[in-house]
C-alpha cells in the first residue's frame, strides 16, 4: 500500500489511501469511508472535495497557474487559436496540420442550424435573456440530431462534438440579431470561427461588416482564455448531470444554466452592471468598496475573488492587457475602464481584500473588452458559454469513459424534525 491518512474514530483507527495528482496535489481517498465507519463527511460547497480525477486542466490557485493539457494558458493565449485549443482539450493533443484541417471543415460543415430551429427563436418575447434562449435551444438540438449513442465511431463523436461547437456559435449570433428584429446573417466557409461569428453579429444589408484581423485574433484569445477550468460550478452541473446518463445537449444545457449565474459566468455581465452604477452614482469608488467590506451588506465587488485562485487570476493578466491595447487601437476611452483600474488599485491596496486574498478574476475586465467589440451586455455570457464548450465537452466526454464513472449522489445530514404522526386536517390548529 502507497502512503496512506489515519483516522482516529472513538478510538478506532482507519488506514485511508492518499491519491496524488501528477503535479504533486494530495487527496485523501475515502471511497470506503462509510462503509468502514458509518461516517460521511461534510463539505458544502465542495471546496474541499475532488470529484473526480481528470486529465484535462491544471490550476494551481496559489501560484496563478492554469494549463490546459499541461500547456500554460499564456503560450496557448499568445500562440495557439481558438480552434486549435479546442481540439487540444477535446482530443489531448494538439493537432497536426491534416487533423487541424478536418477539424475546421467538419466545424464549417455543421455551422448551419435546422430553418425550423428558426420558429423557436423567434417566439420568445424580445425581453428573454440570451443565456434562458441558449439554454433551451441547446436542449433543443436534441430533438433535431441524434445524440451519441453508447458505442460509438469516432468519426460520430467528432460530428457531434463540431456540431455542438458550430452550432452553439451561430445559434448565439441569431438570438442577438432576432432580439434587435435584424435580418439573420448565415455563417461563411471562406471565415475563421471567430471571423465568422464577428460576421453573423455585425452585418447588416445597409453595412457591410469590415472583419479586422486584430480583432479576429483577440476574440480567440478571449475564447482560449475562457475554454476550461477544471471541477468549476458549470462543469461539475454538466458531470453531475451527465452522469445520470443524459445526453449531451442535455447535459451542456445545465452548464449553460449554471454558468448563468452571477457568482459564475453571469460575473462578467454583473461586473459592467455594477462599473456603471459607480459611473452613474458620481460618487466615486469608496462607497461602493465599504459596501464591499460591509458584513450586512449584500454587495460584493463583481470580478473580485475565486474559489481556487488566492493571487492574481493568470487569465485577469492576460485580459486586462487585452483591454488595453484594443480600447488603445480603437481609441476608445472609455470611463468604465478608468474605474475598473481605479478599483483595482484601491482593492488591492485594502487590508479586507488583503486578508481574504480577493484578487481581480477573469471577469473583471472580459466585459470592457466585449463591449468595445460592440457585444451588448445581456450577450456577455453567452460570449462565456461559446468559450466554455471546448471545455464542458472534454469533461463529458472524460466522465463517460471513467472507470471510475457513478452516477453523482452527494449525501447530506439530515436535521430536520424527527419521527412524528401525521394530524389530520380537520385537527391542525389554525394559525393567528
Ligand atoms: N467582494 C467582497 N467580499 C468577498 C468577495 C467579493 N467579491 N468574494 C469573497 N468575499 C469574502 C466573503 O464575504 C467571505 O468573507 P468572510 O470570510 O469574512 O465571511 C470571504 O471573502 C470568502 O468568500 P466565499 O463566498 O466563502 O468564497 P467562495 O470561494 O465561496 O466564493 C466567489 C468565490 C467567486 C463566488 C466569490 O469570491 C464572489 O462572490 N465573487 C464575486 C463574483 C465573481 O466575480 N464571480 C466570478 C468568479 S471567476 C469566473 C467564474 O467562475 O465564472
Known amino acids: 500500500m502507497g502512503e496512506t491518512a489515519k483516522l482516529i474514530i472513538d478510538g478506532k483507527s482507519y488506514e485511508l489511501p492518499i491519491v496524488t495528482g501528477s503535479e504533486g496535489e494530495k487527496a485523501i481517498d475515502i471511497t470506503k469511508l462509510r462503509q468502514a465507519t458509518g461516517m460521511v463527511t461534510m463539505d458544502p460547497g465542495f471546496a474541499n472535495t475532488a470529484s473526480c480525477k481528470s486529465q484535462i486542466t491544471f490550476v494551481d490557485g496559489e501560484k496563478g497557474i492554469l494549463q490546459y493539457r499541461g500547456i500554460q494558458i499564456e503560450q496557448l493565449a499568445e500562440q495557439s487559436t481558438f480552434v486549435e485549443t479546442a481540439y487540444l482539450l477535446i482530443n489531448g493533443e494538439l493537432p ?103 460576421n453573423m453579429m455585425f452585418d447588416t444589408p445597409v453595412r457591410p461588416y469590415l472583419i479586422d484581423e486584430d480583432l479576429v485574433s483577440a476574440l480567440n484569445k478571449f475564447w482560449i482564455m475562457h475554454a476550461d477550468h477544471e471541477q468549476n460550478c458549470s462543469t461539475a452541473a454538466l458531470r453531475l448531470v451527465g452522469s445520470a446518463k443524459a445526453n449531451l445537449y442535455a447535459a451542456i444545457s445545465a452548464g449553460i444554466c449554471a454558468l448563468w449565474g452571477p457568482l459564475h459566468g453571469g460575473a462578467n455581465q454583473a461586473v459592467l452592471e455594477m462599473l456603471n452604477q459607480i459611473y452613474e452614482s458620481g460618487r466615486g469608488i469608496a462607497p461602493f468598496i465599504a459596501r464591499a467590506k460591509d458584513r450586512n451588506d449584500s454587495f460584493r465587488l463583481m470580478g473580485f475573488g475565486h474559489r481556487v485562485y488566492k493571487t492574481y487570476d493568470p487569465r485577469a493578466k492576460i485580459m486586462k492587457e487585452m483591454c488595453d491595447r484594443i480600447l488603445n487601437k480603437m481609441s476608445i476611452n472609455d470611463p468604465l475602464l478608468d474605474i475598473a483600474l481605479n478599483l483595482e488599485e484601491a482593492a488591492l491596496k485594502d487590508q479586507y481584500f488583503i486578508d481574504h486574498n480577493l484578487y481581480p478574476n477573469l471577469d473583471f475586465y472580459s466585459g470592457i473588452f466585449l463591449r468595445s467589440l460592440g457585444i451588448p451586455t445581456n450577450m456577455f455570457t453567452v460570449m462565456f458559454a461559446i468559450g466554455r464548450l471546448p471545455g464542458w465537452i472534454s469533461h463529458w466526454q472524460e466522465s463517460i469513459e471513467d472507470p471510475d464513472w457513478k452516477i453523482h449522489r452527494p449525501r447530506q445530514i439530515y436535521n430536520g424534525l424527527t419521527k412524528r404522526d401525521y394530524i389530520p386536517l380537520d385537527k391542525r390548529r389554525e394559525s393567528n
Do not use: C, W
Open 96 to 198: 497536426n496540420q491534416t487533423e487541424l484541417n478536418r477539424f475546421s471543415v467538419l466545424l464549417n460543415d455543421h455551422s448551419l442550424v435546422h430553418e425550423d430551429m428558426r420558429a423557436f427563436f423567434e417566439k420568445f418575447p424580445r425581453s428573454a435573456h440570451p443565456m434562458g434562449i441558449l439554454s433551451s435551444m441547446v436542449n433543443a438540438l436534441r430533438a433535431f440530431y441524434p445524440e451519441i449513442p453508447e458505442r460509438t465511431e469516432e468519426e460520430e463523436v467528432n460530428i457531434t462534438v463540431t456540431r455542438l461547437l458550430s452550432k452553439v456559435r451561430t445559434m448565439a449570433a441569431i438570438s442577438y440579431k432576432i432580439s434587435r428584429g435584424h435580418k439573420l446573417v448565415y455563417p461563411r466557409h471562406d471565415l475563421s470561427y471567430p471571423a465568422n461569428f464577428l
